[in-house]
């Protein structure tokens, strides 16, 4: 089992920048793809990035393709998301998951709150 937290959210200007963490508990967090999602108000929630257990693939949704970047550091049992160029539509609730087969999402963190102004 894998409990996930996020952390690194805030309010930032148009342009700007942040770094989501996404700190996980148990000792299996390597053998699982990680991946961040996210919701709008009112809106579905929706895929945002993944990457594969030891890190050398990762994909991206069109809309955030260019600007952000998933990470992960199995050995601090961490994965992170770096958001360049933040744009007002980036707003949203977002969330980091696991899976074993990048398919179905397991384990989900309760969210950070991304706020970004015009």
């Known amino acids: 089992q894998v409990q996930l937290v996020e952390s690194g959210g805030g309010l930032v200007q148009a342009g700007g920048s942040l770094r989501l963490s996404c700190a996980a508990s148990?000792?299996?967090?390597?053998?699982?793809?990680m991946a961040w999602f996210r919701q709008a108000p009112g809106k579905e929630r929706e895929f945002v990035a993944r990457i594969n257990w030891d890190g050398r693939s990762t994909f991206y949704a069109d809309s955030v393709k260019g600007r952000f970047t998933i990470s992960r550091d199995n050995a601090r049992n961490m994965g992170y998301l770096q958001m360049n160029s933040l744009k007002p539509e980036d707003t949203a609730v977002y969330y980091c998951?696991?899976?074993?087969?990048?398919?179905?999402?397991?384990?989900w963190g309760q969210g950070t709150q991304v706020t970004v102004s015009s």
């Open positions: 148990g000792r299996t967090f390597s053998r699982y793809t």
């Open positions: 998951a696991t899976s074993l087969n990048a398919v179905r999402y397991d384990y």
